[in-house]
T-cell receptor, first 117, second 111 residues
């Protein structure tokens, strides 16, 4: 069964450093998402991406964040200058976005745990 | 704004039924979802319900939707130890279908 994959599973970085989290969505999917979950808190939406551009973003997704689909398979989240409060589990998700009964059914990757020290 | 609330913990005995409850605020939500997260794993879509339905059954899972009270529940019949996980309720928000999650209910199943 096709699945969303994410690398690395755990990333430790120092405050102020740039990190890139990588995701490979399911191959025929068209919509891509990043979410994050700070320990003990809710899973929060960050950004959605369709047709090579951001379609929606939350207040959390400020100028330090960016997303890219550098080739036909990868979808990346870049955090330019990490802060301690960026420590969280980051989930990538994808959906085919077709107009059918299970519209926007999102499939999630296993997550990348980011620890900022 | 949109919000989804769940109780944080539920403990049941193996073989009993589990009922996980959720309330949401956005009355225009068209889809409501239940996701399961096992330790160290991602979020797995368990089931969903469309807002014009009251109930959906899928094997051991029954989803009940009370749209008037904005209340969603997930019933797991004959709960097994393998059902131990965190269960997230989510509603579809935004125009591109981004999900709004609750904090998750940690289900512990005792043998």
């Amino acid at each position: 069964e096709p699945e969303v994959t994410q690398t690395p599973s755990h990333q430790v970085t120092q405050m102020g450093q740039e990190v890139i989290l990588r995701c490979v969505p399911i191959s025929n999917h068209l919509y891509f998402y990043w979410y994050r979950q700070i320990l003990g808190q809710k899973v929060e939406f960050l950004v959605s991406f369709y047709n090579n551009e951001i379609s929606e973003k939350s207040e959390i997704f400020d100028d330090q964040f960016s997303v890219e689909r550098p080739d036909g398979s990868n979808f990346t989240l870049k955090i330019r200058s990490t802060k301690l409060e960026d420590s969280a589990m980051y989930f990538c998700a994808s959906s085919d976005g077709l107009k059918r009964i299970s519209s926007y059914e999102q499939y999630f990757g296993p997550g990348t745990r980011l620890t900022v020290t | 704004g949109e919000d989804v609330e769940q109780s944080l913990f539920l403990s049941v005995r193996e073989g009993d039924s589990s009922v996980i409850n959720c309330t949401y605020t956005d009355s225009s939500s068209t889809y409501l979802y239940w996701y399961k997260q096992e330790p160290g794993a991602g979020l797995q879509l368990l089931t969903y319900i469309f807002s014009n339905m009251d109930m959906k059954q899928d094997q051991r899972l029954t989803v009940l939707l009370n749209k008037k009270d904005k209340h969603l529940s997930l019933r797991i019949a004959d709960t097994q130890t393998g059902d131990s996980a965190i269960y997230f309720c989510a509603e579809k928000g935004g125009s591109q279908g981004n999900l709004i999650f609750g904090k998750g209910t940690k289900l512990s199943v005792k043998p």
